[in-house]
Structures are given as C-alpha cells and as structure tokens.
C-alpha cells in the first residue's frame, strides 16, 4: 500500500511536522564583530576585535577618530557622571573621547546612556570575563527604558585583556576629564 495507506499519511504528516518544528526552535544567533584600530600608544598599536552594540548607532564600516578615557570614579558608568562632577565632552579643535567602562552592576544600555549625556562620543565596554564577545542587547525587562530610543552613541564590547591594558594605562595617567 505505500504511503496510500491512513497510517502512513499520518506518520509522513508527523514526520514533516516535527521537522518543521524543530527547524524553527535551532535559530542562529550571530555576534556583530568590527574592529578597533588602536594608533598610539605605541605599546598599545594595533588591530583589535569588538562586539557591536545592538542599541544605538552602529559604526558599519564607519570610522571615528578619538581618544580613550577610563574614569577616576564611576568606572562601571551605571550613574550619572553629573553625580561625579565629570565630562567628557570635547573642547574644541580637541579629538572626541571614546569613554572606557566596566561590564556589570547595570545593563549595557544604562552605561552607554550615561556616556551619552557626559559627552562620549562612543563608549567601549570592556568584558570582567575571560569569554567569547557577545553581543550587548537592549534588556528584555520592561521598566524606566525610554532612554533606549535616544541611544545615539556607538558601543562596543571589548575583551577583558584588551580593557585591562587600557585600565591600567588610566589608572596610572589619571584619565577622567573634570568639568
């Protein structure tokens, strides 16, 4: 009888189904990767590779031109830096400042929102584990988040050995601009 017969219909209508289940539960995740190029320090000279932030205004194949800034206080970025009395806005005919932060205690929304209004011109997110880049999202939670849709600023996740040599360099030149 074949395929005729009502049993095999059902088993053949089963068998298609659960296929087509299942091919729509196996989604593929991708991590949006672009590249930092870093021009000087000369111990710091060279090419390195970041996550884009799925919120904000991704740089695809843009460049920007700055210079990095780790804060003396609010390191994580998940308070206002005006709590902090600090800027980071550009004075003029001065290169923008890419602004360095810490992952967690806050979504990387928040840090990069709080860059935003302290003058950034991007924020780089260095990771506080030795893991594969992610993709920084926007939280699923809802709550206080109308800020999202303001995000203007480009966002980046670095690895947590590139973040540590720029924090160290920070931390011994004092980088965090005071108003």
């Given at each position: 009888?074949?395929l005729?017969?009502?049993?095999?219909?059902?088993?053949?209508?089963?068998?298609?189904?659960?296929?087509?289940?299942?091919?729509s539960?196996?989604?593929r995740?991708?991590?949006?990767?672009?590249s930092?190029?870093?021009?000087?320090?000369?111990?710091?000279?060279?090419?390195?590779?970041?996550?884009i932030?799925?919120?904000?205004?991704?740089q695809?194949?843009?460049?920007?031109?700055?210079?990095v800034?780790y804060?003396?206080?609010?390191?994580?970025?998940?308070?206002?830096?005006?709590?902090?009395d600090?800027?980071?806005?550009?004075?003029p005919?001065?290169?923008?400042?890419?602004?360095?932060?810490?992952?967690?205690?806050?979504?990387?929304?928040?840090?990069?929102?709080?860059?935003?209004?302290?003058?950034?011109?991007?924020?780089?997110?260095?990771?506080?584990?030795t893991?594969?880049?992610?993709?920084?999202?926007?939280?699923?939670?809802?709550?206080?988040?109308?800020?999202l849709e303001?995000i203007?600023?480009?966002?980046?996740?670095?690895t947590?050995?590139?973040?540590?040599?720029?924090?160290?360099?920070g931390?011994?030149?004092?980088?965090?601009?005071?108003?």
């Amino acid at each position: 009888m074949g395929l005729r017969s009502p049993n095999s219909m059902l088993w053949l209508v089963l068998l298609v189904w659960a296929a087509l289940l299942c091919g729509s539960c196996h989604g593929r995740f991708v991590v949006e990767k672009n590249s930092l190029k870093v021009t000087s320090p000369s111990d710091m000279k060279g090419t390195y590779e970041c996550a884009i932030g799925n919120f904000g205004v991704p740089q695809y194949g843009g460049t920007m031109v700055g210079v990095v800034a780790y804060p003396k206080a609010n390191k994580k970025a998940c308070k206002s830096f005006d709590d902090f009395d600090i800027s980071y806005k550009a004075k003029p005919g001065s290169l923008p400042t890419f602004l360095l932060v810490d992952r967690g205690d806050c979504f990387f929304t928040k840090k990069a929102w709080n860059a935003q209004n302290a003058g950034a011109a991007a924020i780089l997110v260095a990771d506080d584990k030795t893991e594969p880049l992610i993709t920084m999202d926007t939280p699923e939670e809802s709550g206080n988040t109308d800020y999202l849709e303001n995000i203007t600023i480009p966002s980046a996740l670095i690895t947590k050995s590139f973040g540590g040599r720029w924090a160290r360099r920070g931390r011994g030149r004092g980088c965090g601009a005071g108003r």
